[in-house]
């Protein structure tokens, strides 16, 4: 498939050697097209953060191909790939990584600054984003003065905002109430029917309900997968 | 499910004939329990014999008899709306048993077993998701909320299949050859 956003062929990843060896993938197929949500799922240590951040380029695989938008991400230089993932993919973290000394839409404004989009007009963006996920009242404060869940959001704001053209999201509802983590499925679902494609990592099945197709790791294996409906 | 106790919930609304009761049942319901119309006229007659609705005297265009709810009725009601339901779980208890008795067989790869199920309860969530988004962009929060239930029910019991997974010893690897 050609026109695959994300495309992985027998992706491996080791870690270690010897009696160490951690063997965190053992050969994943996986492609992503334009449109599609799929969700990751699987026991703990099966790989799906391995899985995540190889596909977004912060974890090389040992051996396999990583093709994202068509351009084979395996041995791209560091300032290649640091210039692609800026303006092709969407991070939400495990642990929702926003920046202590950045308020809200700084944070959510950061990736399209960094991207050269003038201050002014990122902010605007940045603002409508947090807008669109119900957060305009925190915009203007920094990351310890918001409840966990707040700070989730503004994480998902920042992952949608601008023209991501695939979203990685590594357990993104885990401090969520179901009505507040619906509501981030419903994003998800909604930059995925703009177009984009998402990755998202996640053990509750509702969430993953939400999903075209359900991969199912384990022990770095795919088990099964649960196609469309 | 108490079919009588939803058309009397539906008749405490206004009177209804048959055919009506059954559209707003399904509707109310979210087409979770379909209905056919004998079904509705049986119930209806039963009710009628205990004194729970009586006909309403009028008939529609078609010459169809509406019934109403009578004090009697009313008073049922109110005790099934009072009163939780006894959790009847017979499709959950097949489920349960058929788990058991894979892991208890030696023959029976049981952690198959589950993952087929877990595959099929996970597409039937995927569905649930996908009528509950059509019904929430069409703002009917009473099917959103039927099909809300239908999807705690259904998580749960992959979250129980998930458990029996971690639980279950890893199926034996080949046996080696000449063990003592
Ligand atoms: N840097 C590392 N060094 C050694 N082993 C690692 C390293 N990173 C990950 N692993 C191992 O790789 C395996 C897969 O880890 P990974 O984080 O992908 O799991 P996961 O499926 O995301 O688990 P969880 O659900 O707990 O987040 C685990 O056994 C883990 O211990
Ligand atoms: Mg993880």
Known sequence: MTDSILDLRAVTREHGTGDALVQALRGVDLQLAPGELVAVMGPSGSGKSTLLNIAGGLDAPTSGSVRLAGTEIVGMSATALAALRRTSVGYVFQDYNLVPTLSAVENVALPLELDGVGWRDARRQGLEALDRIGLLEVADRFPDEMSGGQRQRVAIARALVGPRQLVLADEPTGALDTTTGEFVLTQLRDACDAGAAALLVTHEARYAAWADRIVYLQDGLELATQGAV | ?180
Not at chain 2, 84 to 90: E, K, N, T, V, W
Not at chain 2, 119 to 125: F, G, H, I
Not at chain 2, 137 to 143: C, K, P, S, T
Not at chain 2, 165 to 178: F, H, L, R, V, Y
């Open chain 2, 1 to 180: 499910m108490s079919v009588s106790h939803g058309i009397l919930s539906l008749l405490e609304e206004r009177p209804q004939h048959g055919y009506g009761l059954r559209e707003q049942f399904e509707a109310a319901t979210g087409g979770t329990w379909p209905l056919n119309v004998g079904q509705v006229y049986t119930t209806l007659g039963r009710l009628e014999r205990d004194g729970m609705v009586e006909p309403d005297g009028a008939t529609d265009a078609h010459g169809r008899n509406a019934y109403r709810i009578t004090d009697d009725g009313r008073a049922q009601l109110g005790r099934w709306y009072a009163e939780p339901i006894a959790r009847d779980g017979s499709a959950r208890e097949e489920l349960v048993a058929k788990v058991a008795l894979a892991v208890a067989n030696p023959a029976v790869d049981a952690r198959r077993v589950i993952h087929v199920q877990r595959a099929e309860t996970m597409r039937a969530m995927q569905v649930l998701t996908q009528r509950k988004r059509v019904a929430s962009q069409a703002g009917d929060v009473a099917q959103r909320l039927v099909l809300d239930s239908q999807l705690f029910h259904a998580e749960a019991e992959v979250r129980w299949l998930d458990h029996c997974i971690a639980q279950i010893p890893e199926a034996p690897t080949m046996p080696t050859e000449g063990t003592t």
